[in-house]
């Protein structure tokens, strides 16, 4: 049976939400995704700093830097640890106004498996658009769809050539919803086909 996997977002629905902003390092420079969007291992000195942008409802799951990376409360740090210590690294983080613990998770993971034929629209950077650097990774990625064939064992990843794309395997969806955590929203980009190759 063919695993099925999950873009994991946050629940943009409710207005009184919180923002979070970039995090802040002991020596004020920000830590933001430049650091912890690159789908791959990362060290951090000491203890990061994530200002609150905009007050509101705290949630358990919040994209921090503009939607660039997770901020997660002990009990969805407590099911990445247990499910996908491989996957993710978990940096503890204080939340300004906040007692409770944070932790910043840091995705480790890149797993080249989006499936162009299956979703709705793929491009590709060229080499007149002016970004040498990103030629040949995605432009524009909607109505997104991987190859579950090409994830083999990884549980939380970003997709490769997309790194906004966070994806989860639906036993980590489960094990997160089971938790009752707020802020979660996961949208199924599981492709058609199992063997599909991805071009």
Not at 28 to 37: C, H, I, K, P, T
Not at 122 to 147: C, F, L, N, T
Request: net charge negative.
């Amino acid at each position: 049976m063919t695993t099925r996997y999950f873009r994991l977002n946050e629940d943009m629905t409710d207005p009184g939400r919180w923002l979070l902003g970039t995090p802040i390092d002991a020596e004020g420079r920000e830590a933001g995704s430049w650091l912890f969007m690159r789908g791959q291992p990362t060290q951090v000195e000491g203890r990061l700093r994530v200002p609150i942008y905009h007050p509101g409802e705290a949630l358990d799951f919040s994209l921090a830097d503009a939607g660039g990376f997770p901020v997660v409360t002990q009990k969805v740090a407590s099911v990445l640890a247990e499910m996908a210590p491989g996957d993710v690294q978990l940096f503890p983080v204080t939340v300004e106004s906040r007692a409770e613990p944070y932790f910043l998770v840091n995705v480790a993971r890149t797993v080249k498996c989006i499936d162009d034929k299956a979703s709705e629209e793929v491009r590709y950077w060229m080499s007149e658009d002016g970004q040498p650097e990103r030629v040949g990774e995605y432009r524009v990625v909607a109505g997104m769809r991987i190859a579950p064939s090409q994830v083999a064992d990884a549980k939380v990843f970003r997709t490769w050539g997309w790194r906004v794309g966070l994806v989860v395997a639906e036993d980590i969806k489960e094990a997160l919803e089971r938790t009752g955590a707020t802020g979660l929203e996961f949208t199924d980009v599981t492709g058609p086909d199992a063997a599909h190759s991805v071009e």
